[in-house]
């Protein structure tokens, strides 16, 4: 399954990274390359408020794929959301509905899903599932 | 200050943080470095272990058993009433009633005085530094009663403008709520003044010393203010207890705000007699290990002594303040002439959220956000800042340890 592979990848890739440091600048890293939301979507009706940053996310479907875009005003969670499209990004809506996330807890970045974080990084996922529940509902009508 | 003073100031700093036991933790392998007092302090062993005690030696309900343990919950409870009232210079204890914290005493105060006694057309003074708890329970009750809410505006600095408190003034002015230090930024308002001013105009003064009680010595009777709300956990006790002092006549006159046990005299189900202070405004069961342990903190913030934490703390922030303005892109949001040990920062270009990210795994607690003061951001255009808070256990080599972490993390998101 390709979410699966995806998936398999990241916690691959970041096997190498030993320390925190490490981890982290690849984390911000990841930020810059983020596939940008357009400034067009960037309202108050694609805003994901966390108490502390700020997210922004859009979907569209393409072809039966659904394809994300996303930004946010803080750095690291910039580089959390490019890991979650770049595992998400381009699926069908079941494949995403279906999808268990274990990545983030299996590469130690966990922590960032608390809901103490504030980042509203937790917000996004649910956000993102709730897309694909919306195409695929909107598939089969 | 003589080699011999700083020789004995460090050796007291030692003795000092052996009885806060989480501060030999570790945090992501690093040692704990806790800027975060602003928010809540860290626990001295004596309140820990007067925990450990109620539970062990004293829990019962309070104020109600005839049997002995009871007496003894009570009594201790009623100790720690006492305490509070010598440490704030109160009249008398009756006029401390315990609630679950600032936010909870201020509550207290819109729902019962302002609502019972404000009329439509009347004004509430509140300042632009005020934390959420201190803006939102006056908006309610002046929505309900249609009242006027008057915000006292601020410099750059994060200085309350004297002038145009004085403007806002009238003989409309029933409340001034206002607080004596600022948690987002450190400033220390001048509230003996703000008081005598209010009470020209007949305006009673309720001042928010959540921030204020662990820094500096209070004395209600020579502030002269109407009501003085805090909160335990801010000041070394457990979480879940805070307090209200108020005038007694004020008091007295003021109906309850919450019904239940303890709070009545006698119920019928025509009429209810209420009970006499404090306990008319201590309805149910009350958080009463967490009240034991206010004694044990004034206990324990006395014994270090209101000279050396004012003096160590004031020592800490020059410090702090001075190695951080060496960085590069660090702009000090509030820069009052008169402040608590409050640092509160933003690095340009970076977020305070990754900053705080990347000190936590430095092993650095300090808080990210707006601090539940958000029309102070708005103030300054920011979304937050990082804020460091000391308390009288941090210590300079802290701050080297913090500088050095934040250069590295600066370093990092550049």
Request: glycine share 6%; net charge negative.
């Amino acid at each position: 399954m390709e979410f699966e592979k995806r998936q398999k990848e990241i916690i691959d890739e970041f096997e190498f990274l030993t320390d925190w440091m490490e981890k982290y600048e690849h984390i911000i890293e990841l930020g810059k390359s983020l596939p940008l939301i357009e400034e067009k979507y960037k309202t108050d009706d694609n805003i994901i408020k966390g108490c502390q940053s700020r997210v922004w996310l859009h979907a569209d479907l393409n072809n039966g794929k659904v394809i994300y875009t996303a930004d946010s005003d803080a750095i690291i969670t910039k580089g959390m959301i490019a890991l979650m499209i770049r595992a998400l990004s381009g699926l069908t809506p079941d494949e995403i509905i279906n999808a268990e996330l274990h990545f983030i807890d299996k590469i130690g970045l966990k922590e960032h899903l608390s809901p103490t974080r504030s980042n509203g990084l937790l917000s996004m996922i649910k956000q993102m599932k709730l897309y694909a529940i919306a195409f695929k509902a909107k598939q089969t009508n | 200050m003589t080699f011999q003073a700083v020789y004995t100031s460090e050796e007291k700093i030692k003795e000092i943080r052996n009885q806060f036991p989480i501060l030999k933790e570790k945090i992501n392998g690093k040692p704990l470095i806790y800027f975060d007092n602003a928010a809540t302090t860290q626990k001295p062993q004596t309140v820990i272990d007067a925990i450990v005690n109620y539970y062990s030696h004293q829990n019962a309900n309070i104020h109600r058993g005839v049997h002995t343990l009871s007496q003894k919950a009570t009594d201790a409870y009623e100790y720690a009433r006492k305490k509070v009232a010598t440490f704030i210079n109160a009249p008398k204890s009756e006029q401390i009633i315990f609630t679950r914290g600032t936010t909870e005493s201020i509550n207290l105060v819109a729902f019962s005085y302002a609502r019972a006694f404000l009329n439509e057309g009347d004004e509430i003074i509140i300042s632009a530094l005020e934390h959420h708890s201190n803006i939102v329970p006056w908006q309610m009750v002046c929505e309900e009663k249609n009242l006027q809410l008057k915000v006292i505006p601020i410099n750059d600095k994060g200085e309350l403008l004297m002038d145009a408190y004085e403007s806002l003034l009238s003989n409309k002015t029933k409340i001034v709520a206002v607080n004596h230090i600022s948690n987002a930024l450190g400033t220390i308002n001048p509230i003996k003044t703000i008081i005598s001013k209010a009470h020209a105009f007949g305006a009673v003064v309720l001042i928010d010393g959540a921030q204020s009680v662990s820094h500096l010595k209070i004395d209600v009777q020579t502030l002269n203010c109407d009501f003085f709300a805090f909160s335990g956990h801010k000041m070394f006790a457990s979480t879940g207890v805070g307090v209200l002092y108020g005038k007694e006549e004020l008091l007295n006159k003021m109906p309850p705000f919450m019904g239940g046990g303890d709070m009545i005299k006698t119920v019928t189900f025509e009429k209810t007699e209420y009970n006499e202070l404090p306990h008319k405004f201590e309805a149910g069961t009350p958080h009463i290990e967490a009240g034991i342990t206010i004694a044990n903190a004034i206990e324990y913030i006395e014994s270090v002594g209101f000279e050396f934490i004012m003096e160590h703390e004031q020592h800490l922030l020059q410090y702090a303040t001075q190695k951080i303005s060496e960085i590069e892109r660090i702009k000090i949001i509030g820069t009052a002439a008169h402040k608590a040990s409050v640092l509160s920062f933003i690095v340009q270009e970076i977020h305070p959220y990754d900053i705080g990210v990347l000190l936590d795994k430095m092993g650095i607690a300090v808080r990210t956000g707006h601090h539940c003061t958000q029309p102070i951001m708005d103030r300054f255009c920011i979304p937050g800042t990082v804020r460091a808070s000391f308390a009288f256990y941090n210590t300079l080599e802290e701050i080297d340890i913090f500088i050095e972490s934040l250069k590295k993390a600066i370093a990092m998101l550049k």
